[in-house]
């Protein structure tokens, strides 16, 4: 409630500044028939000539000193208010007594301030200001019957000028009240306008879609930044056809509104669009664009989450019964009953092998987020990895090379980049022509020295163009033995660490590339 009444108690200067610009009018118009000599306000029957003039110039000064300071010193309002009430109070009721009581009309000039102020004020002060009126009115009426033998009748028009002045103050402030609460809520929606405006103009600017508005003729009336990011520079007023020709086609052609179509954006990419008409009389169309990318990849991401709670509840059922069977395996291997048994029991082991792997593969995705990351010399990790690699393979040393200057950092989880490595090595070796250097591992300091660069590349037949799309999905492998899950949970590791894995173009073999930051973790 009080903010209430001190944003309205702000609203008040601006009308009182008005009366008091009324009331200085008012007083220079009086000054100015006081300058006449026929006027008969220049004289009054209390005071002689000059003091007169004097009594007017005060008034005019009393009345300027007021609006300079609702101008210029908006405090006090009730004391600024009451002190020019009481002003006009005394000046009317002086000119109106020496002008010949209530019969000379002046008594409607306080009609007029009553309601000014009346208007503005607050509260029971406009009764006040009232009752002070009536007083100063029939005082002067009375007094004016008995020392200067005004009509006796007077009184009865004095008194209904007094009840005027209730029923003006009264209904100029009901009024009052009315346009005030009005004016607030008129400021309050304005307001919540303006901060619904911002928001939307906010959210607008951070969406990860594109938004173009545009009139009939495909000029661009307004733009968010992702859209000038898909399509290039969008100024106001560009025409359509030079960044998008394809959305220009479809407005001209008007045949594809509310349905989604693809299109090319500035680096190639490709993009959807939606195309919808706005209720604005002007005829604008409102245009969504979004990345094709980004949309399969969220879809991919939903893909993974409802797949990871399933596949993580079910590798936990099957690890138990797993391990039992595989022990069964191992005591009916102990019976020695013949070949065709040891060749049934080997194919047990090896799927009993395989489903241990997919388990533990499909339960690593669920600890991607617990990472311990550090600065790692890539030259000791990789030699590390090489050598528990080689051992537990059983591989000559020589079909790997290795070339890591030592003073190459990265931040990663130690035991993230060898699970990383031992994925991708591992695929190089598989697909590998088994050479001495057949499988490349050599480091390098990216285009801006902020992240480093290692490199995975083997001397096969490469990847077929066919499949480079679906090589990091899960659960997918050209390989019979595969689980599908290697180059997929590589590429999971490798984004909780802040890093990226991809698949770079090669004319012979595989040729993979893992960036991380070189800068410190913290």
Known sequence: MSDWLSSTWEASWRPFQYFNFYRLLLAGLVLLAALLPESQISTFHLVSVSGSFLVIL????????????????????????????????????????????????????LLVSLASASLVGRGRLVLFYAAVATLATLLVQVFGILAHNFDAGSVVQAGFLSAGFFATAILARMLGQRVMINEELARQRGESLENQSRISQRVVERMQDGVLVVDREARVQR?????????????????????????????????????QFEISGVDGQRLQARIEETASTSGEIL?????????????????????????ASIAHEIRNPLSAIGHAGELLREERRGVMQDRLLNILADNVARLDRIVADVLELGRRERTQQEMLSLQEACEQFMDNFLVSEGLDTRILELDVANDLYVCFDRAHLHQVLWNLVGNAVRYSQGKPSSVRIYARAGANRERVELH????????????????????????????GLGLFIARELCEANAASLELLPNNKGGHFVISGRAESCR
């Open 456 to 483: 995975v590349l083997d001397d096969g037949a490469g990847i077929p163009e066919a499949v480079k799309e679906q090589i990091f999905e899960p659960f997918f492998t050209t390989h019979h033995k595969g689980t």
């Open 58 to 109: 005060v008034y005019v000064c009393l009345v300027f000193g007021g609006l300079i300071l609702s101008i210029y010193w908006q405090r006090r309002f009730n004391i600024q208010l009451t002190v020019q009430v009481f002003a006009d109070v005394f000046f009317v009721s002086l000119l109106m007594f020496s002008l010949g009581g209530v019969s000379s009309g002046m008594g409607t000039l």
């Open 223 to 259: 733009c968010n930044p992702m859209a000038e990011a898909m399509l290039g520079s969008l100024p106001v007023g560009a025409n359509l056809a030079v960044h998008a020709p394809e959305l220009t086609d479809v407005l001209t052609g008007q045949k594809l509104l509310g349905r």
């Open 287 to 311: 245009i969504f664009i979004e990345d094709v990318g980004r949309i399969r990849e969220q879809a991919q991401q939903l893909k993974l989450a409802s797949l990871g709670r399933l596949t």
